[in-house]
């Protein structure tokens, strides 16, 4: 079965460089989330589209933005990247079923390294 | 926001079940308990969610307490590639704002 692909799968960038995680989901879901998971920490919920639509914030910082395209993919564009950006970025993706959300499938993350 | 607590770690024996608790004192009518899993080195994995009553699939058992404040994770026969980390999330029916709490890291002894 289909899951959610993310890409890159690594990257690795330079302090005040520009990064763009990019996030397919599971056809036919219509909503996508972001997270981001710092070493030994625990996912912490960025953003999430429902829709094509921004529905929900958690802690994303101004530095960070995230749209979903037409085609139901995402991508987060991260700008002025600083060492504390390095972390895991999960992506996940869902449908509503007669209003009520489903369970999340996570993609296998993106490793962003900054040096 | 309804927050949920849980023990910052368990430990079972292999082939022995294992019981994962959960307290949401706040939780509200309409949210779902919702619980998830993260073996080392992967995203996150669904394991399972109910509202009310008590749940099974193939994967766990979701014992729900008749009040809604707190439920338990149950894995009948706790296997190595059970230890993961285990986290609890209440989710409002239509929200799509999902957030992982600390939870808890469950490590299986052969």
């Known amino acids: 079965a289909a899951g959610v692909i993310q890409s890159p799968r690594h990257l690795i960038k330079e302090k005040r460089e520009t990064a763009t995680l990019k996030c397919y989901p599971i056809?036919?879901?219509?909503?996508v989330y972001w997270y981001q998971q710092g070493p030994g920490q625990d996912p912490q919920f960025l953003i999430s589209f429902y829709e094509k639509m921004q529905s929900d914030k958690g802690s994303i910082p101004d530095r960070f933005s995230a749209q979903q395209f037409s085609d139901y993919h995402s991508e987060l564009n991260m700008s002025s990247l600083e060492l504390g950006d390095s972390a895991l970025y999960f992506c996940a993706s869902s449908f509503e079923l007669q209003g009520v959300v489903t369970e999340a499938f996570f993609g296998q993350g993106t490793r962003l390294t900054v040096v | 926001d309804a927050k949920t607590t849980q023990p910052n770690s368990m430990e079972s024996n292999e082939e022995e079940p294992v019981h994962l608790p959960c307290n949401h004192s706040t939780i509200s009518g309409t949210d779902y308990i919702h619980w998830y899993r993260q073996l080392p080195s992967q995203g996150p994995e669904y394991v399972i969610h109910g509202l009310t009553s008590n749940v099974n699939n193939r994967m766990a058992s979701l014992a729900i307490a008749e009040d809604r404040k707190s439920s338990t994770l149950i894995l009948h026969r706790a296997t190595l590639r059970d230890a993961a980390v285990y986290y609890c999330i209440l989710r409002l029916y239509n929200n799509n704002d999902m957030r992982f709490g600390a939870g808890t890291r469950l490590t299986v002894k052969p």
């Open positions: 056809p036919r879901h219509d909503t």
